[in-house]
């Protein structure tokens, strides 16, 4: 069955701090690949995507990603993260029709 | 410039009884799917629709009905709510063809005591 791994489930950083989360799928054809970002109490909102071309795809708010394919990932970067980078983010995988979720990493940045 | 709206935003609800949904879109995308979201399982798609009068199960679709008459209405039916059910569920939409993103709606938060 095709699956997405998020590394991590809860991350603490404080402001100004580098921020890397990691993200795996288990497929090996062409993917579309998304990072979905969820402020407390809102809907999930685009990130960024990667469809195919540059591998290094840069995003809203500071956000960056670079497609492996060598390595199935997805990693999504933030060089400093602010404390209204908190959330809960997510990568997804689309397989066909279908948009496949990481469990979803939870973001603290402390101020 | 509504573009995907859920109703109800909260509902509570009692074991064995019957719930829908409601999921509206404005921007008539061919598709439409129906997210459940729990703590460590991230969102797990329920039921998805590539246009109006199809559909098709995801990955947990048990104890859910779904209809599309309407291309922008697609709702979401627990026929006989269960506590495993207790949820926020998500409504998105995309446009037809590979490179497009889904569009989430704001989310219902069910609770079936």
């Known amino acids: 069955a095709q699956s997405v791994s998020q590394h991590n489930h809860h991350v603490i950083l404080s402001e100004a701090a580098s921020l890397e989360l990691g993200c795996n799928y288990s497929?090996?054809?062409?993917?579309?690949l998304f990072w979905y970002v969820q402020y407390p109490g809102q809907h999930l909102q685009l990130l960024l995507k990667y469809f195919s071309g540059d591998p290094l795809v840069k995003g809203i708010k500071g956000f960056e990603a670079e497609f492996i394919k060598s390595k199935f990932s997805f990693n999504l970067r933030k060089p400093s993260v602010q404390w209204s980078d908190t959330a809960e983010y997510f990568c997804a995988v689309q397989y066909g029709n279908k948009l496949v979720f990481g469990a979803g990493t939870i973001l603290r940045v402390k101020s | 410039d509504a573009g995907i709206t859920q109703s109800p935003r909260y509902k509570i609800t009692e074991t064995g009884r019957q719930v829908t949904l409601m999921c509206h879109q404005t921007?008539?995308?061919?598709?439409m799917f129906w997210y459940r979201q729990d703590l460590g399982h991230g969102l797990r798609l329920i039921y998805y629709s590539a246009a109006a009068d199809i559909t098709d199960k995801g990955e947990v679709p048990d104890g859910y009905v779904v209809s599309r008459s309407k291309t922008e209405n697609f709702p979401l039916t627990l026929e006989s709510a269960t506590r495993s059910q207790t949820s926020v569920y998500f409504c998105?939409?995309?446009?037809?063809?590979?490179?497009?993103?889904?569009?989430f709606g704001p989310g219902t938060r069910l609770t079936v005591l």
């Open positions: 998105a939409s995309r446009a037809a063809g590979p490179y497009n993103e889904q569009f």
């Open positions: 921007w008539s995308h061919s598709y």
């Open positions: 497929y090996g054809g062409t993917v579309n």
